[in-house]
């Protein structure tokens, strides 16, 4: 045996120079059985021995490059706070939140001395569960979709404007492709760059103590109400930019005439625009939207007479911008948002209702003329006690509505709280908050999207108010 290995060895040396341009022990066995050194059965075996450690190099590989993936997408997951289930490339996600509380809650006593009343609630607050997903398709594209919805956590059926929010993919719901180099495209059912763009600057958002009580739209909105500028809009294209050294753009677009018949209708439609800027500690943003009424009955932006409660006439139109930031240090952060819109809804036909009050009350509004444009302005802070504790404080003021020629049309909000972490994903909370209308102003306090914790003003010079004690889990 030992004679035959180095037979085979100096054979090797010999045979070298016909093997120069070989790269793998392979061709030098083949060599080998070529020149007689080894014997055909020996060559296979060899070869055989060869495919072997071949295989299991390959396992070895492909076993470590499956740790690794795990390893992805362990940090993945623990990034974003979820759980994904992964096959055939597409990443699948299931998230949610569920809010509740308890709400001692008080319409207040009109400018006129009716009394209102105390109620105590049980509150589902924008409780929603959600499904998304992506799939890598080539050169840096995904496809992108998400169903969410909102769920009713306390089993009583909302009314109004939140009963429109329950049910199976209610809330943003969509189908679209992204790429980081140019952004991402979708389709479907969100909320417009307006409304987004300064959500995280609300400390009490999706409460009862919610911004958006005075800020975002129209006094008096009810069920069914067009009016306003914080939307979850239907038929709607929106462009997320890429971040470009912390700036970003969203543009939407809604589709709001899908009905029109006749060549004379007016289509109505919505266009959104924002623009944000977020490089730590500092975060701003500036949009647009701008909402056109449409014939009546032809589509989601269209018109009804002011003696309903969408208060809004044919080929009318209403506009906001707003101004926001927020800055962050240590354990304190402060936020404020100024907003001013305009509309030209006045010569409107119809009886006064609340949700009218501003182009019907006194004089009414000429043809042409602003019914609900008005100022507002919010401004809050939170100090961080702990890493588990905080406290904040916000305060919201409407200047009177007609541009401030409306006499005793605006108002005032304030709300404090205190927030205890449980875990990065359970939290309780307890906070107060007080809406106080000037003597012809009727606001509510609306937690936007809360299910059943609105609190309606009693009438106009009413002053709601609530305590609300509640625990939050996000998964």
């Known amino acids: 045996m030992h004679k035959k290995i180095i037979t085979v060895a100096l054979a090797a040396a010999l045979a070298l120079p ?60 623990k ?30 006593s009109t400018a006129a001395g009716l009394s209102g009343a105390k109620v105590k609630k049980i509150s589902s607050n924008t409780s929603l569960i959600g499904f998304k ?17 909102e769920i009713d956590l306390d089993g009583t059926t909302a009314t109004g404007a939140s009963a429109n929010t329950l049910g199976f993919a209610t809330r943003n719901t969509f189908v679209g492709l992204k790429s980081d180099s140019w952004g991402s ?64 753009v ?28 977020d490089v730590a500690p500092f975060y701003g943003v500036l949009a647009y939207q701008r909402n056109n009424y449409g014939t009546t009955a032809t589509g989601t932006v269209a018109a009804a007479t002011l003696a309903t409660a969408n208060g809004v006439s044919p080929n009318t139109s209403e506009r906001a911008w707003k101004l926001g930031g927020g800055y962050k240090v240590e354990q304190f952060a402060v936020s ?18 609340a949700s009218n009050l501003a182009c019907t009350s006194g004089v009414a509004v000429a043809a042409g003329g602003s019914c609900y444009g008005h100022k ?14 905080a406290v904040k404080l916000a305060y919201t003021k409407a200047d009177n509505l007609r541009n401030g020629n409306l006499a005793n049309s605006g108002a005032r909000h304030v709300s404090v709280g205190y927030d205890h972490k449980l875990s990065n994903r359970t939290n309780v909370y307890a906070t107060y908050t007080k809406l106080n209308n ?33 625990v939050m889990h996000t998964f």
Not at 253 to 275: F, M, P, Q, R
């Open 336 to 353: 404020a948002i100024y907003e001013k819109t305009d509309d030209n809804f006045g010569g409107g036909t119809g009886a006064a209702t």
């Open 79 to 108: 990034q974003t706070g979820g759980e994904s289930i992964i096959s055939a490339g597409e990443r699948f996600k299931i998230y949610g939140v569920a809010d509740a509380s308890v709400d001692i809650t008080d319409t207040g």
């Open 185 to 248: 495209l979708i389709l479907g059912r969100h909320d417009t760059p307006y409304k987004t763009s300064d959500r995280r600057l609300d400390l009490f958002g999706n409460h009862i103590a919610d911004n958006r009580a005075l800020m975002g739209g129209g006094i008096g909105r009810g069920s069914g109400d067009l009016k306003g500028f914080d939307k979850r809009a239907t038929d709607t294209v929106v462009y997320n930019s890429p971040v470009m050294n912390g700036f970003k």
């Open 133 to 149: 997903g992506e799939e890598v398709l080539y050169d840096g594209l995904k496809g992108i979709w998400q169903i969410e919805s």
């Open 18 to 77: 016909a093997v120069a341009m070989a790269d793998s022990a392979t061709d030098l066995i083949g060599v080998l059985v070529k020149k007689g050194v080894l014997t055909k059965e020996e060559g296979e075996l060899l070869m055989k021995g060869r495919v072997v450690e071949k295989e299991a190099a390959a396992e070895k590989q492909a076993a470590v490059e499956k740790e690794v993936a795990v390893v992805k997408q362990a940090v993945a997951d």
């Open 438 to 470: 000037d003597s012809s102003a009727q606001y509510d306090l609306k937690g936007e999207g809360a299910a059943t914790g609105n609190v309606l003003a009693k009438g106009a010079g009413a002053s709601p108010s609530a305590v609300s004690l509640g």
């Open 376 to 389: 507002a302005f919010y401004v809050a802070g939170q100090y961080n006690i702990t890493t588990n504790d």
């Open 250 to 277: 969203m543009a939407a677009y809604v589709a709001g005439a899908e009905n029109v018949t006749a060549a004379a209708d007016v289509k109505g439609d919505i266009w959104s625009l924002a623009g944000t800027y």
